[in-house]
DNA sequence: TCTTATTAGTTACTAATTGTAAGTAATTAT
DNA sequence: ATAATTACTTACAATTAGTAACTAATAAGA
């Protein structure tokens, strides 16, 4: 019973977007080109699921890979035209955010 | 090692809000108060999972239930003031879809 | 030579979340 | 008595996420 009346687009645009991590390491991406160590110690994501993230952000054109073959190797990431798109959108989930949420306090003991 | 220099209330936000469905139900509430019913035949969701996704928005004060004692009982749920200060987020979050995302063509027996 | 360090992952395994399908309560219609 | 309607639950299987240890390639240090 699923007349769905969704564009396929915005339909699947949102999976991908509304995986976990997604939006937070275009987030990274945002200020310039990070490594994968870099990403990894910026939000409390695993290795085993940056590495299929970015596998993802990859061959969905919103993310590059450059390789740069030193001694050890490094290899930097960094948003395409497509991932740049999203900064705006970025920027106001942010605010909203910022304006919005509110933490659950720690119970302190006094 | 995770020297989290990201605002807490934006990860919480993003943690929230990039469950699997939640942007898709709140967009389908931004024409208006929807029923159950009407939400699980909008969107390919399970009813277990809609269900436990209004919860969650209810208890974040994005989303509010109403109930009509009729026979058989009618619950209407609507967006609250913060969840409708995501408009403009999700209007321009389905325009970069419609914009770039691409979809696989179906492969037709000819 | 052997050990340690570094980067960017991968692997194996467990835990948590999702999907599927059937069931429930209350009441009216047939 | 049976079926229909709505808004969910429940039980269980399948998929995804989290954790921790491991790998390859190379260099520096003891």
Not at 1 to 10: A, E, G, N, Y
Not at 40 to 66: A, C, Q, T, Y
Request: overall charge negative; glycine content about 6%.
């Amino acid at each position: 019973m699923d007349q769905s009346t969704l564009c396929p687009r915005f339909e699947k645009g949102m999976q991908l977007l509304s995986k976990r991590w997604t939006v937070l390491i275009i987030y990274q991406l945002l200020s310039g080109p990070k490594r994968f160590g870099t990403i990894e110690s910026s939000i409390p994501i695993s290795g085993r699921l940056l590495s299929e993230r970015l596998k993802d952000l990859e061959s969905e054109g919103i993310v590059n890979r450059h390789i740069y073959p030193e001694i050890p190797v490094r290899i930097e990431y960094s948003l395409t035209e497509k991932g740049f798109a999203l900064e705006p959108i970025i920027r106001d989930m942010e605010q909203w955010c910022k304006q919005w949420i509110e933490l659950e306090e720690e119970t302190t003991v006094r």
